[in-house]
């Protein structure tokens, strides 16, 4: 049976890990991402992880060890933040080429110069043209939700594309909340078995992976990608309504916030929606009609449905964590006004 449990947001990533008990896990420890990493070693220690649990010399390696395992035949996962994600930049495009669905929980914090070990998007809004699909956490109940989603949406067959989740460092990451922890074996039961895709370790056939690809294959090879990922958003709409069928907590694309009769809305991701929900709530009672739009999805970015639900505004005000410097706007200032024109 489902239990509550006062966890902060690295310990929910590493309770879901737990559950899904993945074939490898390979982490190397970085704040505020830290506890994650630990706390699964614990539970690998106390035999509460029956999967292989690799400690490499950096997080390069362990995305390369992530894609060894996973092209091996394996369900795996990791876990990172900040400088750490950008040290696995060349990785990063190897598994979503190669339709990896690895997932990684990812603590977001801002990148250096200077150094700065406090949350922000600028990692994770990096990596956004990776090809990874993007998922976006607004507290420690939703980062849990998320990263096991985050596996059956990976693994989906039309998709076969990595997952990051990120949920922001220290506000999400270290912060302690009361969550609602499933049943390991419902959860097992939702993420289901993993079904392998042509493994390394299949000696019955032959195929080459990772080759080096000239003009005519390597289009070939990048259109089979974008169609994984161009799948995902049907997917992701199941996925987040078999969640809530199974578990009560339903998810999209985004939510709305007080928005049925807004004439105004404010676009903000993550932890910062739930400072915003209380904002939009004392200007309600000063008879402002604002709304609130949270985006979870990012890659895929829902343009047509967030174009949609933005339509009726005289206003919108996108609030975004990471800057662009010399571009237009900001990443998800960016994405919305595109959608919007």
Known sequence: MSVLKTLNGNQTIAEAVRQIDPDVVAAYPITPSTAIVETIAKFKAEGLISGEFVCPESEHSAM????GAASAGGRVTTATASQGLALMWEMLYIAAGLRLPIVAGIANRALSAPINIHGDHSDTMGARDTGWIQ???????????NFIQAFRIGENLDVRTPVLVGLDGFIISHSME????EDDDKIKEFVGEYQ???????TSRKFTVGPIDFTDYYFEHKR?????IENAPEVIQQVGKEFGEKFGRTYGFFEEYRMEDAETCIVVMSSAAGTCKDAIDEMRSEGK???????????PFPEKEIA???KGMKAVA????SACPGAFGAPLFTEIRNALY
């Open 308 to 310: 949609d639900a933005l």
């Open 64 to 67: 390369s060890v992530c894609i």
């Open 178 to 181: 009361v969550i609602q922890v």
């Open 224 to 228: 089979n990608q974008m169609e994984g």
């Open 196 to 202: 392998q895709v042509y493994p390394l370790l299949d």
């Open 289 to 299: 009609k604002i709304g609130l739009l949270k985006p979870r999805i990012v890659r």
């Open 318 to 321: 996108v609030l975004d964590r």
């Open 135 to 145: 998922i976006y956490s607004e507290n420690c109940q939703e980062a849990y939700d």
